[in-house]
């Protein structure tokens, strides 16, 4: 998805309006603004946008020109995508679906005016506010490490260039070094998501960067995770002798890091590393905190429409919001989309309003034609988003099936990727 | 379609579809609402990897994929939990949306 000219006077156009009225429209429509151009608030965005059929003025505040998806990050590590394909941009929103689409940070929200102020002066008045800002890391969760380590120890876990930087830094581990992880406490975004990365950097170092012998070490604060069965099956079976998992029973959870001497603590036992993926305790889009609206780490909302339990003019998407039993995922975060979108136009067109139901599928690559998924639907509750049925893959499935479940992973990207983007 | 695992496929079954499913009458309006959720893996332009096209097709065909799905007759897990949640009336809803999209295009 390349930005041609027509997409780029179409954002521009966008860039130039918002520069020219410190209040964005004056149309007398309603107005939505959409803080977080991701899994959630893209598709967010384009549905209202699509199904209102231009009765209701949205607004989509994104700071970067270029959303690199953090599914099939992990893809690109493993030497199975290139950052290319993994990169959209906004070009179609703007011109296909008439969103305004602003380049900027929010860094204010008063929710008594219903205005959000961006990082370039500008205020947005709304009706509705939507925030699917993603993930922040919890100052001090990995002791040693901040977020000013980030290029030393990148976490990777906002796609882009850390993804690039952790890459280049495992392919320059020596021969036979030592590549160290380590692992986040629930709750965080992409249950499979460190151990499908697992999975792709032994592949890297195996079969493109020459390195069999390199050796991966995971400290985990937890004892078990997701597909954990799989995972192990497969690292077995394709990465014998490479990859140590310590779980919080061996003191996986007892580790603090050193940036600069390039060491990592495991319960005492200090190791000279070559490279390391620290991937930090998480916690709502700092605009959450903000705008007020957080309970500890998260944003809570009711599952029926997504919107805040402290404010019903907003609604959060993704992994930001306390929901229930949805796993902080881009599918997720895309399903929840639809109904806050739903809900949205109801609430300020009339239009008509259906039950909320959800799902979720997380696909994980382990190996070359090795795919394994897990997925989950679910339905609204008063209490919650409450999970109805599901289903994981099993342990020692024939071949065929796994490439089967591995191509079903390459037309969900392309689906869910369209239905952000357009 | 291409038999990607040997597995079976909807078109390669035989399903007896109960006759009072195939004649309701669906909610288009419910209908679009309920494919919002195909569309984060069926893609509207046709199929991609491993997820079928299933835009074009006729009410017929996707009623008795749907049913044979949530019947457990067709085997793929994932299509087999989509359609398990849904009632005869939103098998109904979503081939009645299905149908109107072979004539109108978004
Ligand atoms: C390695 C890895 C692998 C993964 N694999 C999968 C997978 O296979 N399948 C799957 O479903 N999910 C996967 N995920 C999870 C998925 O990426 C997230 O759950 C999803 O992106 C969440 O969507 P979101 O809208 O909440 O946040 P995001 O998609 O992160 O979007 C948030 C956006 O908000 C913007 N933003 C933040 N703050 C502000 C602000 N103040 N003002 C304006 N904009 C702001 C950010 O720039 C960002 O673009 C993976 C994640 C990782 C890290």
């Known amino acids: 998805m390349k930005l041609d000219r027509r997409n780029f006077i179409g954002t521009s156009a966008a860039i130039a309006a918002a520069m020219a009225a410190p209040t964005v429209m004056a149309s007398g429509k309603p107005r939505v603004v959409v803080v977080g151009g991701g899994a959630g608030g893209a598709t967010a965005a384009r549905y209202i946008a699509k199904d209102s059929k231009g009765a209701i003025d949205v607004t989509l505040v994104e700071p970067t020109r270029n959303y690199y998806t953090c599914f099939f990050s992990n893809l690109y590590i493993g030497g199975f995508r290139s950052l290319d394909s993994i990169g959209h941009s906004y070009g179609n929103l703007a011109t296909e679906y008439g969103i305004n689409v602003v380049h900027d940070w929010a860094v204010g929200i008063d929710r008594g005016s219903k205005t959000v102020t961006l990082a370039g002066g500008a205020t947005l008045n709304y009706d509705r506010l939507i925030l699917s800002p993603g993930i922040d890391f919890i100052d001090g969760s990995v002791e040693g490490w901040s977020i000013n380590a980030q290029n030393k120890m990148p976490h990777a876990y906002k ?34 998501g460190p151990y499908e990365r697992v999975s792709m950097i032994a592949h890297l170092l195996k079969y493109h960067a020459n390195n069999p012998t390199a050796k991966i070490i995971v400290a985990d604060p937890k004892p078990k995770f997701s597909k954990m069965g799989l995972f192990q099956e497969g690292w077995g079976s394709h990465y014998s002798g490479m990859i140590d998992w310590i779980g919080s029973e061996f003191g996986g959870g007892n580790v603090s890091v050193d940036p600069d001497a390039m060491t990592v603590t495991i319960d005492g036992e200090v190791t000279k590393v070559d490279a390391c993926n620290v991937i930090p305790a998480m916690k709502a889009g700092r605009i959450c905190e903000i705008a007020g609206i957080t309970e500890g780490n998260w944003a809570p909302v009711s599952g029926h429409t997504m919107q805040s339990r402290v404010d019903e003019n907003i609604h959060v998407l993704g992994d930001a919001s306390a929901q229930g039993d949805m796993p902080k995922s881009g599918y997720s975060a895309n399903s929840q989309a639809k109904v806050a979108a739903m809900a949205v136009r109801g609430a300020l067109t009339g239009s008509k309003v259906f039950p909320a139901k959800f799902s979720n599928t997380c696909w994980s690559l382990v190996h070359t034609n090795d795919g394994v998924k897990v997925g989950a639907t679910y339905e609204a509750t008063d209490e919650k988003i409450a999970k109805i049925d599901g289903f994981v893959s099993k342990t020692g499935e024939a071949a065929d099936l796994r490439k089967a479940t591995y191509q079903e992973s390459i037309g969900w990207y392309s689906g869910i990727t369209a239905d952000m983007f357009g | 379609m291409v038999l990607l695992s040997g597995q079976i496929h909807a078109d390669e079954v035989n399903i007896d579809v109960p006759f009072e499913l195939l004649e309701l009458v669906g909610d288009v309006e419910y209908g679009e609402y309920l494919a919002s959720d195909c569309k984060t893996c069926h893609k509207a332009d046709g199929e991609s990897g491993g997820i079928p096209n299933i835009y074009g097709k006729s009410m017929g065909e996707l009623i008795t994929a749907l049913y044979g799905y949530r019947e457990k007759i067709i085997p793929n897990p994932v299509m087999q939990m989509q359609a398990g949640r849904l009632s005869d009336e939103e098998i109904a809803a979503l081939a009645a949306y299905f149908e109107i999209l072979i004539n109108w295009e978004e």
């Open chain 1, 159 to 192: 796609a882009g260039s850390q993804t690039e930087l952790l890459k280049a830094q495992i392919e320059a581990v020596p021969q036979g070094g030592v590549f160290a992880m380590v692992a986040p406490p629930n709750p965080y975004r992409c249950p499979p």
